[in-house]
């Protein structure tokens, strides 16, 4: 359960806001039987597959197996963690989250929202002062001869911080901001020497960066070319603070996200203006990196808005931009992600290139982006003879299956689908550098092992880490196994049927994880006296995979459920005990296989066994 907010909090704010309301404000439902449906915002599929259920509050695509209710949905939407999707829906409902006893967490809390507020405040000190004040008009003139007039300045929030050491700092008094947070925020810096807070930004046009939530949290500052000195640097970002970390951010990203959820594609720059300038010629599903390498952080950011999201890098036509080749392809294979790179012409950047040739040009090279494996090929091998050169043929071929070989050793469930991968990138190389795939896996094989055996010898004399140490239900949730799939299904329609099988059952006799959690949620509730329905469960849990389950065992259950379970049930537990009694005979039989057993106890599991065995004929033959 989430630390600060009571079962008690979360049913209100359920209460408060109908989920055909919620749902319908970000999807267009039709009315179907006592539902209603909707296209998935999560795929391109033309039918509609996302249904919404009124009566039991909750949603389910059953084309991308997404489902939950209020609190799941605004996670998956806003792409936002348990938290602050309650803190959303919260404010929504008007609902008071303080707790009824402050902790260590609620603290925390508590000095974070006073941060959101001191850059919200911030930010609109330095929007107002580009606006209005007659001292920024060198910072109106520079942005509009750069294509960015009063309109684009206010949707974009663009600020001005005067050349001034303390600007920000006098303003603040009266805010009741004090110095100590306006640092903690990254908007001032203490004086190197002497007491006392200088303002970071001063003489620079501002970009303010936003998160997905469209809160400010960090700014990024050009100076002004008329206050420049040469001494300091052209541009600089907020430094690391407890609400911007350039590694998760993406400028833009609060004004891209419905297009990027709708396109399944989304454009990465490197700079702010290149950004604004690809939204204001319509390519809306653009956003930018920090000052920083595209990362796997900024992946995993995106993938909250579509699983399989296309990434086309636009890179400079300049020759730091031809030299990233590598780290693309390094991300390219460590986050299994469909990236493409776009290398604009020379010297151009997109800004430029979108001023001189329009929108239709731009979108043209768009559709010519390579995959991070092309491109990182032709970076390899430029002015390299792959015919005459064999040296410099070789060292491209070992640098490119050096990289790939970097990529992570996946969990079981997913090894098929990565060797299949690495196979088609082994074939490729291969058929690019006219070699035998034979050669290429040799290769690739040599390199695992020098890495391995380096990996051996760095971590030697360390304690390794477990590494399902803080996993969580949805880290482990594996395939649902049938039987315990049924059992739950038949709880979920009648769940008062708990207290015949929690003294049937033992939650440490199922066998998927998911399944064990929610089944020990279901004994524990009952032995409190409360009936575990699905509501209820929904309210306990706040993984979105655990609601997921729920839903779907909840509609599920209702297309099969009749008036009298009994039957059903009594079937379920009597092949939960047939389960339970052929693990016991192979535990038995295992371990006398292995002699581990005293001999007068062999004869034992041997009687057992063979009285087993024929309580099965018999069964068969009825």
């Known amino acids: 359960m989430s630390e600060g907010a009571s079962l008690d909090t979360k049913q209100r704010i359920k209460q408060a806001i109908d989920i055909v309301d919620l749902v319908g404000g970000y999807v267009t439902l039709r009315r179907a039987g006592r539902g209603f449906v909707a296209l998935c915002p999560w795929h391109d599929d033309t039918r509609p597959s996302l249904q919404v259920n009124p009566e039991r509050q909750s949603f389910k695509c059953w084309f991308c197996d997404i489902g939950g209710d209020i609190f799941s949905f605004v996670m998956k939407m806003e792409g936002v963690s348990f938290p602050e999707a309650l803190a959303l829906l919260a404010d929504r409902a008007n609902i008071s989250l303080e707790p009824t006893s402050r902790g260590r967490s609620e603290t925390a809390a508590d000095e ?3 941060l959101y507020q001191a850059m919200a405040w911030a930010d609109q000190q330095y929007h107002a002062c580009l606006i209005n004040d007659p001292e920024a008009a060198g910072a109106r003139a520079y942005l509009e001869q750069r294509g960015m007039d009063v309109g684009v300045m206010r949707r974009f929030q663009l600020g001005f911080a005067p050349n001034r050491w303390d600007w920000l700092i006098q303003r603040a008094g009266g805010a009741d901001f004090s110095p100590a947070v306006l640092e903690r925020i990254g908007v001032v810096s203490p004086r190197r020497q002497g007491t006392g807070h200088y303002d970071r930004f001063k003489g620079r046009v501002l ?3 936003f998160d997905a939530q469209g809160r400010a949290v960090g700014l990024g500052g050009r100076i002004l070319p008329e206050v420049a000195t040469g001494d300091e640097a052209k541009y600089i970002n907020s430094p690391e603070t407890p609400l911007f970390s350039k590694s998760r951010l993406l400028y833009g990203l609060h004004l891209a996200r419905d297009a990027i959820r709708k396109t399944g594609t989304v454009l990465v720059t490197e ?10 010629h319509g390519f809306e599903n653009t956003v930018a990196v920090l000052g920083t390498a595209l990362g796997p952080g900024h992946i995993q950011v995106l993938r909250r808005y579509a699983d399989r999201v296309r990434v086309v890098l636009v890179l400079d036509g300049d020759e730091a931009g031809r030299r990233r080749a590598k780290e693309v392809l390094e991300l390219f294979v460590a986050a299994n992600v469909d990236l493409r790179v776009l290398t604009l012409p020379e010297g151009s950047d997109p800004a430029d290139f979108l001023a001189l040739r329009g929108a ?4 043209g090279l768009v559709g010519t982006a390579t995959d991070a494996l092309s491109h990182a090929f032709r970076a390899a091998t430029a002015g390299i003879d792959l015919q005459a050169d064999v040296h410099a043929s070789t060292h491209a071929l070992e640098q490119l299956v050096a990289t790939i070989a970097k990529a992570p050793r996946l969990r079981a469930d997913t090894a098929t ?5 690495e196979e088609r990138f082994l074939q490729r190389l291969a058929a690019d550098f006219r070699v035998s795939e034979e050669q290429v896996r040799r290769l690739m094989t040599q390199l695992r092992r020098k890495s391995a055996a380096r990996s051996q010898i760095a971590a030697s004399g360390g304690e390794s880490q477990d590494p399902s140490e803080g996993d969580s239900v949805a880290s482990v949730q594996g395939a649902i ?11 979920t329609q009648d769940p008062a049927a708990i207290e015949q099988v929690a003294s049937a059952i033992q939650p440490a006799q199922f066998v998927s994880e998911a399944c064990r959690h929610v089944f020990a949620q279901c004994a524990a509730l009952w032995s409190r006296g409360i009936v575990p329905d699905v509501e209820r469960l929904l309210l306990e849990n706040d993984d979105a995979w655990v609601k997921n389950l729920l839903v779907e065992l909840d509609e599920r259950g209702r297309a099969k459920f009749t008036a009298d379970t009994n039957d059903r049930l009594t079937g379920v537990l009597a092949a939960f005990e047939r ?6 005979i192979q535990q038995r039989t295992e371990s006398l296989k292995q002699r581990q057993m005293a001999e007068e106890d062999e004869l034992a599991v041997l009687v057992e066994l063979e009285r087993h065995g024929r309580a099965r004929q018999q069964q068969q033959k009825q």
Do not use: S
């Open 271 to 280: 700079g702010y203006t290149d950004c604004i300038a690809a939204h204001l």
């Open 360 to 363: 239709a040009a731009f979108e």
């Open 417 to 421: 689908e990565d060797r299949l991968r």
């Open 112 to 114: 974070k929202r006073t």
């Open 481 to 491: 196994d049938p039987l315990e799939r049924e059992l739950l299904e038949i709880l």
């Open 579 to 584: 389960r339970q009694q052929d693990r016991q």
């Open 207 to 209: 970009f303010p960066i």
